[in-house]
């Protein structure tokens, strides 16, 4: 292994890291909107809006990211809606990552007990105010191991936005990899960068729920 050249390709993959961060938690930030606003309808049985919430949960649950990428990034030009693969990328990771988080949230909310909801609401309390600050805290709390789990499956999953031109971890490691044929360095690079963007995640997530765990049982 040449050091050299793993000193030289750093930069880069600095920058490839950077980029990744960026769409990455800006795509699991409108994943949990977009799973808080999907769980919501489908708990509360919204006429109508209950529907589409589940079509589209159960649509983006059941194709890959790859696909949902080529759709946005080379089938909307057909029809005259272009977006950069910077915005691509984040609007699939998205829709993507809203259809697991919406399954997650409404998990936890079907585990808050309706005495709950009825003692918020017999204190004067409007629908909005009990969901707010009663029922979406707890449901949350209870949802943590589910939302760290699809928090850390959303960030692995950048590793597609190379096939749409995006300048991230993998499109580096294979864009070197390609002109200067150093497999073994490229790949070093690419896993040691993938664990300095998941681990501390990993890490933190797992003493997060410990706490959560304890300050609920105690043990």
Not at 30 to 51: D, E, K, M, N, T
Request: charged share 15%; net charge positive; glycine share 8%.
């Amino acid at each position: 292994m040449d050091f050299g050249v793993i000193n030289t390709y750093l930069p880069r993959f600095w920058d490839a890291l950077l980029l990744t961060l960026r769409i990455g938690w800006q795509g699991v930030a409108l994943a949990l909107a977009l799973g808080v606003l999907c769980a919501a309808v489908v708990h509360w049985r919204i006429p109508v809006l209950r529907q589409i919430a589940g079509g589209k949960i159960e649509l983006f649950r059941n194709t890959p990211l790859l696909v949902q990428l080529f759709f946005l990034y080379f089938a909307l030009p057909k029809i005259g809606i272009r977006i950069s693969a910077e915005t691509c990328g984040k609007l699939g990771l998205g829709l993507l990552g809203g259809a697991y988080m919406a399954e997650t949230f409404r998990s936890g909310l079907e585990n808050i007990p309706q005495i709950q909801t009825e003692s918020a609401q017999s204190l004067g309390m409007h629908p909005a105010q009990v969901f707010g600050y009663v029922i979406l805290p707890q449901a949350v709390t209870s949802s943590i191991p589910g939302l760290l789990a699809n928090l850390i499956f959303l960030l692995k999953e950048t590793s597609v936005f190379s096939t749409i031109s995006l300048m991230d971890l993998m499109f580096t490691a294979k864009d070197l990899i390609g002109m200067y044929a150093k497999t073994i360095e490229c790949l070093t690079l690419l896993v040691t960068f993938y664990l300095i963007m998941l681990l501390p995640v990993s890490v933190l997530g797992s003493r997060l729920e410990r706490r959560l765990r304890y300050a609920e049982f105690g043990d």
